[in-house]
């Protein structure tokens, strides 16, 4: 498995009802729906994500094979052309679901998203 983030993808990218609750427990449908941060939007649906940069409004569409959830982490594995199988991960959903984080891998800095 490659542990990747890409300059954009990798740092936007690489999806839903609400995040999780002291009852509830973290479900990958979590992160359905739009995000959006100060570098672009994130739009996740049960199969694939679409990335949108801010800077320049470039789209790119991935395939989505699955979401692991582990304690208060989503993990989302993601395919295209030049990642055989790459991973993000997200966390640090607020209690309302209107804000997460994507988390760092690799180096990358943690990213913040909100409900858009």
């Not at 997460?100 to 998203?113: D, T, Y």
């Given at each position: 498995?490659?542990?990747?983030?890409?300059a954009?993808?990798?740092?936007?990218a690489?999806?839903?009802?609400?995040?999780?609750?002291?009852?509830?427990?973290?479900k990958?449908?979590?992160?359905?729906?739009?995000?959006?941060?100060?570098?672009?939007?994130?739009?996740?649906?049960?199969?694939?994500?679409?990335?949108?940069r801010?800077?320049?409004?470039?789209?790119?569409?991935?395939?989505?094979?699955?979401?692991?959830?582990?304690?208060?982490?989503?993990?989302?594995?993601?395919l295209?052309?030049?990642?055989?199988?790459?991973?993000?991960?997200?966390?640090?959903f607020?209690?309302?679901?209107?804000?997460?984080?994507?988390?760092?891998?690799?180096?990358?800095?943690?990213?913040?998203?909100?409900?858009?």
């Amino acid at each position: 498995m490659v542990r990747t983030s890409r300059a954009l993808l990798a740092g936007v990218a690489i999806a839903a009802a609400g995040a999780p609750t002291r009852a509830g427990a973290l479900k990958a449908a979590m992160l359905y729906g739009k995000w959006c941060g100060d570098i672009g939007t994130l739009e996740f649906t049960a199969d694939s994500f679409v990335v949108t940069r801010a800077s320049d409004h470039v789209r790119g569409a991935f395939t989505i094979p699955s979401y692991e959830v582990r304690g208060p982490d989503i993990t989302v594995h993601w395919l295209d052309a030049t990642h055989p199988l790459a991973m993000t991960k997200y966390g640090d959903f607020s209690s309302g679901g209107s804000q997460m984080k994507q988390l760092p891998i690799g180096g990358a800095a943690a990213r913040e998203f909100h409900r858009c």
